[in-house]
């Protein structure tokens, strides 16, 4: 075990109140809210179960782990959420100046479509 190594490894929690680990040294079964979310699951309320600690760019950085036995399902979108969401997309599409609807969100600092703020005909 290397000096950084053993800098954060803090199995039981004594010195950091939380199970400690160093970079890339969690056990199997704990997650980041990233990697839980890459396998389809989400925290579900848990409290952070450890944490990894390992200097990086400003000073020590930290990253919460999570129990992976107890994370829950990630929830889907009902299909009314799913509604609204594609009007939101679609109104944030349509030049408000020419009512054209575009292949790409409507730049907010313009507030219309590229061809109207330009001048051009659409």
């Not at 053993?6 to 950091?16: K, L, N, Q, V």
């Not at 200097?55 to 979108?77: C, F, I, M, W």
Request: with cysteine; net charge positive.
């Amino acid at each position: 075990m290397g000096r950084i190594a053993a800098r954060f490894h803090d199995p039981d929690g004594e010195r950091y109140g939380l199970p400690t680990f160093w970079w890339r040294g969690a056990p199997a079964g704990y997650a980041t809210v990233r990697q839980l979310r890459a396998d389809g699951l989400r925290p579900g309320g848990q409290d952070v179960a450890a944490q990894i600690r390992w200097r990086g760019v400003g000073g020590v950085r930290v990253a919460n782990l999570y129990r992976v036995d107890r994370a829950l399902p990630k929830r889907t979108a009902t299909p009314a959420q799913r509604r609204a969401i594609d009007a939101a997309l679609a109104a944030r599409r349509t030049c408000s100046t020419c009512g054209s609807v575009c292949g790409y969100y409507i730049p907010r600092s313009l507030g219309e479509c590229l061809d109207c703020a330009e001048g051009t005909a659409c």
